[in-house]
């Protein structure tokens, strides 16, 4: 089905480990973007792209870095974990006329 | 700025009950307007939108309509089922030189049989 897929669903990471998070859509979407959810927070923007080469920082971008080398593909590389990225992560893409479409999500727990 | 602000939740209701969560905003130029529901353990689904005013969005018997003049663009549903038991959120898009989402907090909803 035509969407956005995330992997990996689960991940357990200690302090100071780095990984990738990542995110990929077969829609021919322009705009992706990387949200974090906390109880109680709500969903909070960390990285967008408009489109390829393109990115720009959200309201959280602090330890994450983003590239966009394609349209399909729009990882999220956590440089050192910390314990205050465990959070739940969503991708999301849209064009310009619809609202997002979202990744089913990664939980990431670090330890 | 830009900002949604919808009803802090949790909302509990008896299956068959008559459904309203509130959500208004503000924003400038002219947004686009949407409903996300989330079910347990599982991603944002798009429930519905409307892009100009008065247009009325609907999906799966739910309904908002698009009021400009109050700023609002409440979620409802006329009988809800435990199936509905979910997270809902509101939001905003709009385009100020590059498109920018507004999301509410989402009000949870508890539907019991």
């Known amino acids: 089905n035509a969407g956005v897929t995330q992997t990996p669903k689960f991940q357990v990471l200690k302090t100071g480990q780095s990984m990738t998070l990542q995110c990929a859509q077969d829609?021919?979407?322009?705009?992706m973007s990387w949200y974090r959810q906390d109880p109680g927070m709500g969903l909070r923007l960390i990285h967008y792209?408009?489109?390829?080469?393109?990115?720009d920082q959200g309201e959280v971008p602090n330890g994450y870095n983003v590239s966009r080398s394609t349209t399909e593909d729009f990882p999220l590389r956590l440089l050192s974990a910390a314990p205050s990225q465990t959070s739940v992560y969503f991708c999301a893409s849209s064009n310009d006329r619809d609202g997002y479409t979202f990744g089913s999500g990664t939980r990431l727990t670090v330890v | 700025g830009d900002s949604v602000t919808q009803m802090e939740g949790p909302v509990t209701l008896s299956e068959e009950a008559f459904l309203t969560i509130n959500c208004t905003y503000t924003?400038?130029?002219?947004?686009?307007l949407f409903w996300y529901v989330q079910y347990p353990g599982e991603g944002l689904q798009l429930l519905l939108k409307?892009?100009?005013?008065?247009d009325k969005g609907s999906n799966k018997g739910f309904e908002a309509t698009y009021r400009k003049e109050t700023t609002s663009f409440h979620l409802e549903k006329g009988s809800v089922q435990v199936s509905d038991s979910a997270v809902y959120f509101c939001?905003?898009?709009?385009?100020?030189?590059?498109?920018?989402?507004?999301f509410g907090t989402g009000t949870r909803l508890k539907v019991l049989a």
């Open positions: 792209s408009v489109g390829a080469g393109i990115t």
């Open positions: 829609m021919n979407h322009e705009y």
């Open positions: 924003a400038t130029g002219y947004p686009s």
């Open positions: 409307a892009t100009k005013a008065d």
């Open positions: 939001a905003l898009k709009v385009y100020t030189g590059t498109y920018k989402y507004i």
